[in-house]
T-cell receptor, first 116, second 114 residues
Framework: AQKVTQAQTEISVVEKEDVTLDCVYETRDTTYYLFWYKQPPSGELVFLIRRNSFDEQNEISGRYSWNFQKSTSSFNFTITASQVVDSAVYFCALSGIRGSARQLTFGSGTQLTVLP | ETGVTQTPRHLVMGMTNKKSLKCEQHLGHNAMYWYKQSAKKPLELMFVYNFKEQTENNSVPSRFSPECPNSSHLFLHLHTLQPEDSALYLC?????????????FGPGTRLTVL
């Protein structure tokens, strides 16, 4: 069975602070994919990144960066110099390659509030 | 603009009503999904369609009836719902049902059952 845990239910930061959102996953598969999605107040989930289990390189995209560590089964997401527009719920998700594991298993999400 | 649209955006219905939610994707994808998002709970996958064929039904009550007439359109027919069915219903699509493919989501339908 697959499981994704986002232990931080809510985080508040002041604008320009850096913030890290934690994600820990469980899977028995050796090949799997990890995702982050952003859900702003408008409701739709916006895809941010996909990482496969064989690629442990960290990735940076503008103010966003992701730290994938297989040894600790974590895929953490850092926003540098946060902005008010970053306020949203962020979901980490996991999918495998066989059967029902191909479907996305989502964490419960982290509500990020960036205060001006 | 994600290429996945949903109508209506908001819906209020009584327990004896029948209504339908509509989803359309303009991305040329072959797989479509219905999710339920309730407050304080993770997203719950309801149904999966691949090339118009239903491939997953995650023990969803029969008062929810999906329909996929083609790879671009997905419906969710609702009848005799319960108040606990009130939630945000999200539609998504992906190139295939492979775990490799990211899913693209619509804005959702906020459903309230009175």
């Amino acid at each position: 069975a697959q499981k994704v845990t986002q232990a931080q239910t809510e985080i508040s930061v002041v604008e320009k602070e850096d913030v890290t959102l934690d994600c820990v996953y469980e899977t028995r598969d050796t090949t799997y994919y990890l995702f982050w999605y952003k859900q702003p107040p408008s409701g739709e989930l916006v895809f941010l990144i996909r990482r496969n289990s064989f690629d442990e390189q960290n990735e940076i995209s503008g103010r966003y960066s992701w730290n994938f560590q297989k040894s600790t089964s974590s895929f953490n997401f850092t926003i540098t110099a946060s902005q008010v527009v970053d306020s949203a719920v962020y979901f980490c998700a996991l999918s495998g390659i066989r059967g029902s594991a191909r479907q996305l298993t989502f964490g419960s999400g982290t509500q990020l509030t960036v205060l001006p | 603009e994600t290429g996945v649209t949903q109508t209506p955006r908001h819906l209020v219905m009584g327990m004896t009503n029948k209504k339908s939610l509509k989803c359309e994707q303009h991305l040329g994808h072959n797989a479509m999904y219905w999710y339920k998002q309730s407050a304080k709970k993770p997203l719950e996958l309801m149904f999966v369609y691949n090339f118009k064929e239903q491939t997953e039904n995650n023990s969803v009550p029969s008062r929810f009836s999906p329909e996929c007439p083609n790879s671009s359109h997905l419906f969710l027919h609702l009848h005799t719902l319960q108040p606990e069915d009130s939630a945000l219903y999200l539609c998504a699509s992906s190139q295939t049902t492979s775990g490799l493919n990211e899913q693209f989501f619509g804005p959702g339908t906020r459903l309230t059952v009175l």
